[in-house]
């Protein structure tokens, strides 16, 4: 046998079995070995913690909005400003006061076009387009509506739509599209190019107002072509008022021979006569009430129409009176429908009293006709009580629809 120092606990003759360690031994070697490891562990995440903390300095942009709050917006995660909207509703502005310096940081943070033009930050055109590298970085492509402003017509919808194409997260096509009512053969690959580069930080919308009325079967398409969850925007008016306005306009576009052409490929049912009494009234005394300029304004009924297809909470309709006298909530309740960040506030409009309208002051100065204000001084009172008195029913079953009193009823 060979000899074992002093201080060997166990034989040394290796033809005599080793002694294994007890159940209380293993279980002190393995909570040893469970405590080394979780400290190695909890080293290994400070360090990532104070690391990636650092690193954080250089990938996001602080932002100052406001006295006592900052917002972080991450340059590469496409997502982060729809899920900050959904996950800070309690806060009253996420962008609050900017200047326009910070305004054209995050748009170009959410845009695929430079903004090298300060006078119109939100403009889309071939010279503004980011190199395709940079695009393809930022996930630009064109794809079709996220909303649309379908109507109604002459009721405030260019207004509207200048204002919502001024928050950093919406961008609109430009133009009036006529899809649904006059390009619908040309198929939906014409109607996604008309739409301008975005990222996943916008929403794109186009605003056509005939679609509200014309053709019957627009509400099917939309919800066939674009999606059963695309959002629908109206914006409504005294419709006395309205079927005035709308005569001015058509009036004036069939006076000018230039936009003749390009104005007749769309349907209307159209009658217009040399003033606006015998365009709405017959001979025999009796209310034209097929004419568009009248039919248009019975909103209940087409509102019907779009109902069949979407619900309530997928259509947002503005009351252009609350829209021309407290036009900042108007702008904040549409945001919470669009579930974008908070942008609009007080800061950003002024009461122009010659026009009797809201302006934008910021980041541009955007200042919606005067034409509205004048229109019903065009036309003979007697027919306007005629007007009144046929659209109260239907105002008043829309006021009940609506679940408010809406600011032309007079009664």
């Not at 709050?69 to 590469?76: A, K």
């Not at 001015?248 to 021979?257: G, K, M, P, Q, Y």
């Not at 006569?273 to 248009?296: H, P, Q, R, W």
Request: one cysteine or more; aromatic letters at 12%; proline letters at 5%.
């Amino acid at each position: 046998m060979v000899q074992c120092k002093a201080d060997c606990k166990y034989p040394c003759d290796e033809s005599e079995p080793r002694r294994h360690p007890t159940a209380m031994e293993w279980k002190y070697i393995f909570s040893m070995r469970n405590l080394t490891i979780f400290v190695a562990c909890a080293v290994a995440a400070l360090v990532y913690i104070v690391l990636d903390t650092v690193d954080l300095r250089n990938h996001f942009k602080k932002l100052s909005v406001g006295e006592g709050s900052n917002i972080f917006l991450d340059q590469n995660d496409s997502s982060s400003i729809h899920v900050t909207a959904k996950t800070t509703s309690d806060i009253k502005s996420l962008y609050g006061r900017l200047n326009v310096e910070d305004y054209l940081q995050i748009r170009s943070y959410n845009s695929c076009y430079s903004l090298t033009d300060s006078a119109s930050p939100f403009a889309h055109s071939e010279e503004t387009l980011l190199p395709d590298v940079e695009r393809q970085h930022r996930g630009c492509r064109k794809r079709l509506p996220d909303f649309v402003i379908i109507g109604a017509k002459k009721c405030g919808t260019g207004a509207l739509t200048y204002f919502l194409n001024t928050h950093p997260g919406i961008a609109w096509a430009g133009r009036e599209i006529h899809f649904f009512d006059a390009n619908y053969d040309k198929g939906l690959s014409w109607y996604t190019q008309r739409m301008p580069y975005t990222t996943a930080k916008q929403l794109v919308f186009e605003k056509t107002p005939k679609y509200f009325v014309f053709p019957h079967d627009v509400p099917r398409k939309m919800y066939t072509d674009l999606s059963p969850t695309v959002k629908i925007v109206l914006i409504l008016c005294d419709p006395v008022r309205r079927a005035v306005s709308d005569f001015l306009h058509e009036s004036l576009i069939r006076s000018s021979v230039g936009q003749r052409m390009e104005t007749s490929r769309i349907p209307n049912h159209y009658f217009l006569a040399t003033n606006f009494a015998e365009s709405v009234m017959e001979k025999s005394g009796n209310l034209n009430y097929y004419n568009e300029l009248i039919d248009t304004g019975i909103y209940i009924k087409h509102i019907l129409r779009w109902l069949e297809y979407f619900p309530p909470s997928q259509i947002h309709a503005v009351d252009a009176g609350l829209f021309k006298s407290d036009i900042v909530s108007e702008m904040q309740r549409l945001e919470k429908f669009l579930e974008v960040p908070a942008y609009f506030n007080a800061s950003h409009f002024y009461y122009n009293s010659d026009s009797e309208v809201y302006c934008l002051t910021f980041p541009i100065k955007i200042c919606p006709s005067a034409v509205h204000g004048r229109t019903l001084r065009t036309a003979d009172e007697k027919v306007l009580r005629v007007l009144r008195e046929f659209y109260r029913p239907y105002n008043r079953h829309l006021s009940k629809l609506l679940n408010w009193k809406l600011t032309w009823m007079d009664g």
